[in-house]
């Protein structure tokens, strides 16, 4: 009887600890019936930090006795595609440090070493290949972190993490190379201490994880286990343990630059051709203040190889808001981006009163030229954050005063002003609150002009804040706007505000919130809102299961429902209900399916561009869906459609009563020649079928004006071929050509109701010599081609060649190719750029000079390069350890909320296919 307890009691603890011990003894465990991996599979590791004697080289071959001493981390756990699981194939990772940089040496096993992906790829890119990184939390914040993953192909990525926000346009300059061998491949990596930041104290802990991607299989297994049900990458990370007597270097470098361009402008018109050239020389300076602390400065900017921005016809109410492409302002900005409140398109961006010199001319005159961007003088950023958590930001940059030059009727010229002198600065200041992704921000913003123009001013505080299991947030902001448009004692104040309650972690996750942005919210000297005078009510739930079951691999629920009002008048705007499903099968084929409804009316207070008037907006519906196939095999294609419907009834031009709907469908098929060759095209077209915009205000001698609204037929096609060609790791070839066509062809026209109904008019839009005054017919005809050779660490040669066509008439065609002929006759600009840009770092210059120093006086210094000859030289001289670098990012999970405002009812801008699904190479 005994006996048989006994074994019972063995029995019933084998079942209820067998998952526990096997996690604490490395044997991996099953998820449960419920499908949760138990916590005590993500408990954080821990590894022993060995100071090397001798700096092992750099060239992928781990042969160096000093790798030997190093503790091993192995073990790793699979996060993708079936969380908790033992991997497909071990890893064993060695990690060293001296007084100069962090030594990472990695064995990632494989037995079939054929079957390694190395696709090449440009920089910042992971493209079809296996990888490995590693992800660094000096300061043990869960906030702050820098992660550095470097392909089976050779190829560096670098990005820097605060929060679950990433910047992957930091560049860091690093040393690494690679090795293909029998039993799998090898990686090796110097990180110096120069490009990360890290605390002063004498004996250190840093958090440290390792992961690895098999691609062939996309699977994902991390050293420390990620859970992906949980939110956050930092704070999920295990510990390096024992770093002594470490120091920041003395933190000193130069980018100078030398660049030349020819431009050629052809007009087949007027059959006149134009050509201009110029050179132009600056220089960007980093400089370590201290161990924390660093200032970026550009001095002379020169931005003409920035690729064109993808111009569209806006008949809204609302800017079109560009991507940033300069780099100064896209790397390091990650602290000043945290509230919202900067957008760098502000500076140096288009003249504050550009449209002075067009309302200024008289009878016979015209415009010779107005620059459409103001000339950026210097600018410079101050950024870092104290062993006490407290992240310090700076940025100031200043442009210069704008003119237009304008032709009078005896031909001579005159210039009209179109900016002031300009100064831009921010400050923020953000403090960890100790606990996971938890903060306290404060962020000011400045514009000054000279002269009789604006000054500005934009203050926010907010802070975020979650328990300590990482699963329950909270976080809340509020925002003062100061315009001075009447001198400093009267501002026009605005403020904005919000509340939001999340559940971040698990299977179920959601979120409810308020925010409010006043009628006189106005951020946008330097930052951007498509528009202010709203009060949102807002609530999220999502469902995701993130392991394999059945067919599937993951599935992603969800659903949100917003209710909107004008703060001012107090009145109601709008009330949706959005949805969406997403599927990743075992194939690794992925889909998705949304809709979103507005059941009732509901009032748009933007589009009559009056305040205190409003369009009745009918009830619409939205239904969509996308698919993106495996991006392993070299035929994939990502395609993604939606239709909306609407309640709303019209009259054709035919006399046919027509329904309301807009129509959308973009499809992309890719070929990946070989390792080198990528091939992307893209063809999309954009009906909206009767739709209703403002065209016109008159005015009225005895009453308000009377708004015109018109209905219209707006097709839009968008066609776009991107060609990559990757000669080495480091030369590539990179192409782009997009071609966007869009017509507006008016129907009838409206008067607008005070009630917000529309009555008949006898505005007809016509003009007796010129024909229709608001049919458009707008196209964008843009070529990006650019090679890059790094010929150094850090250093460039860029080749650059443009070329584009924007032309815009009343005059819609009627095909396709009748179009593209009339497109080219436009007026067409060419330019070709040659830009040369030098990395000069003082340590590295200063190590150089200590090796020269020991090779003169008969002493071999052992060095070895990994990365083919003068790669690891300093300007080309060998013998010196010259890092290597590159960037990259790790993508979000999905996007924000669907709904959106009154005047941009469009269901794209939502749903994941916006990335073009997850077949996407970085699942992170």
């Not at 956050?232 to 130069?254: A, D, E, K, Y």
């Not at 609150?433 to 404060?442: A, K, Q, T």
């Not at 709907?661 to 992309?668: D, E, L, R, T």
């Not at 060998?878 to 009812?905: D, E, I």
Request: with cysteine.
């Amino acid at each position: 009887m005994l006996r048989a307890f006994a074994v019972l009691i063995l029995v019933l603890a084998s079942g209820l600890f067998s998952g526990p011990l096997r996690a604490a003894t490395g044997l991996w465990t099953q998820a449960d019936s419920s499908g949760v991996v138990p916590d005590s599979i993500y408990r954080p590791r821990n590894l022993k930090a060995v100071r090397a004697d001798e700096a092992p080289s750099i060239d992928g071959f781990l042969n160096e006795a000093v790798w030997a001493t190093a503790p091993v981390a192995q073990r790793f756990t699979t996060a993708r595609p079936d969380p908790g699981q033992r991997p497909y194939l071990p890893s064993e990772i060695r990690v060293l440090y001296d007084d100069n940089a962090l030594y990472i040496g990695a064995h990632l096993i494989d037995p079939n070493p054929d079957s390694i992906q190395v696709t090449l790829t440009e920089r910042d890119d992971e493209g079809n290949a296996d990888w490995f990184g590693i992800v660094l939390c000096p300061y043990q914040d869960g906030q702050n972190g820098v992660a550095f993953l470097l392909t089976a192909a050779g190829v560096q990525i670098d990005d820097k993490w605060t929060g679950n926000n990433s910047d992957r346009n930091f560049d860091a300059v690093w040393n690494s190379a690679v090795r293909v061998g029998e039993d799998g491949w090898y990686a090796e990596v110097e990180i110096p201490y120069g490009a990360i930041r890290f605390p002063t104290a004498a004996s250190q802990d840093w958090g440290i994880n390792f992961v690895r991607s098999i691609r062939r299989i996309r699977e994902e297994s991390w050293w420390t286990p990620l859970n992906v049900a949980e939110q956050g990458i930092l704070q999920q990370v295990g510990t390096l343990n024992g770093l002594q007597n470490i120091r920041s270097p003395f933190r000193l470098s130069l980018t100078p630059y030398l660049s030349g361009i020819v431009e050629v402008r052809n007009d087949p018109r007027t059959k006149t051709v134009g050509t201009a050239w110029d050179v132009n020389g600056g220089m960007d300076l980093k400089y370590g203040i201290n161990d924390a602390f660093t200032l970026d400065m550009t001095l002379v900017p020169d931005f003409n190889q920035v690729r064109f921005d993808n111009q569209v016809l806006n008949l809204g109410p609302f800017e079109v808001r560009f991507n940033e492409n300069r780099l100064f302002f896209t790397e390091g900005t990650e602290l000043f981006n945290k509230q919202g409140l900067f957008y760098s398109r502000r500076v140096g961006g288009v003249p504050v009163n550009i449209d002075a010199a067009e309302e200024s001319l008289a009878e016979g005159e015209s415009i010779l030229r107005n620059p459409v961007e103001a000339r950026l003088f210097n600018a410079s950023k101050v950024s870092g954050r104290t062993d006490g958590g407290l992240g310090i930001g700076v940025f100031n940059a200043i442009s210069g005063r704008t003119e237009a030059i304008i032709e009078q009727e005896n031909g001579s010229t005159r210039s009209v002003e179109t900016g002031p002198l300009t100064n831009y600065s921010v400050l923020v200041l953000d403090q960890n609150l100790g606990r996971p992704n938890s903060f306290l921000n404060f962020t000011n913003t400045n514009v000054w002009r000279s002269g009789g123009y604006a000054d500005a001013n934009v203050s926010g505080l907010s802070f975020q804040l979650r328990d300590n299991k990482n699963r329950y947030q909270v976080r809340s902001s509020g925002t003062l706007s100061q315009r001075y448009s009447n001198g400093l004692m009267e501002p026009d104040l605005g403020h904005a505000a919000g509340l939001v309650f999340n559940k971040v972690s698990g299977r179920f996750q959601g979120e409810l919130g308020y925010w409010e942005e006043s009628d006189t919210y106005d951020p946008n000297d330097l930052g951007f809102l498509f528009n202010n005078n709203t009060r949102d009510l807002f609530a999220t739930v999502e469902y995701n299961r993130y392991e394999p079951r059945g067919k599937t691999n993951q599935l992603y629920h969800f659903f949100n429902v917003v209710y909107s009002r004008i703060y001012q008048p107090n009145a109601f705007f709008n009330f949706g209900l959005y949805g969406e499903a997403t599927q990743i099968w075992k194939n690794f084929f992925a889909n998705g399916t949304w809709i979103s409804v507005e059941p009732i009316v509901t009032y748009d207070w933007f589009e009559p561009r009056q305040r205190g008037r409003f369009l009745r907006y009918p009830v619409n519906a939205t239904t969509g869906a996308w698919i993106s196939s495996d991006y392993r095999k070299a035929w994939a294609i990502d395609a993604r459609s939606d239709l909306r419907w609407f309640d709303d009834r019209f009259t054709d031009t035919d006399g046919m009563e027509r329904g309301r709907y807009n129509f959308n469908y973009w499809i992309s098929p890719r070929w990946r020649a070989n390792d080198k060759l990528l091939l992307i095209a893209g063809f999309g077209r954009y009906q909206s079928r009767g739709d209703l915009g403002w065209v016109n205000a008159l005015e009225n001698e005895d009453g308000p004006n009377t708004i015109i609204m018109g209905r219209r037929d707006v097709i839009t096609t968008e066609t776009e071929l991107r060609a990559n060609y990757i000669f080495t790791n480091r030369m590539f070839l990179t192409f782009r050509m997009r071609h966007y066509w869009s017509k507006a062809n008016y129907i009838d026209f409206h008067a607008l109701k005070d009630d917000g109904w529309l009555d008949p008019t006898e505005y007809d839009g016509m003009d007796p010599e010129d024909g229709s005054q608001h049919n458009v017919n707008f196209n964008a005809f843009t070529i990006d081609a650019q090679f890059t050779w790094r010929f150094a660490p850090g250093s460039d040669l860029i080749v650059v060649w443009k070329d584009g066509i924007f032309a815009s008439d009343n005059q819609p065609a009627s095909s396709y190719f009748e179009n593209l002929e009339r497109t080219f006759q436009s007026e067409q600009v060419n330019n070709l750029s040659v830009r040369v840009v030098w990395y000069l770092d003082y340590v590295l210059y200063r190590r150089w000079r200590e090796r020269r120093s020991d090779r003169r006086a008969g002493r071999d210094t052992g060095q070895a390069s990994g990365l083919g000859a003068g790669q690891n030289s300093f300007m080309g001289l060998p013998g010196s350890r010259r890092p290597y670098r590159r960037t990259a990012t790790w993508p979000q999970h999905r996007g924000g909320g669907p709904h959106q405002s009154a005047g941009a009812h469009s269901a794209f801008g939502t749903g994941p296919w916006m990335g073009m699904g997850p077949n996407a190479q970085a699942d992170w």
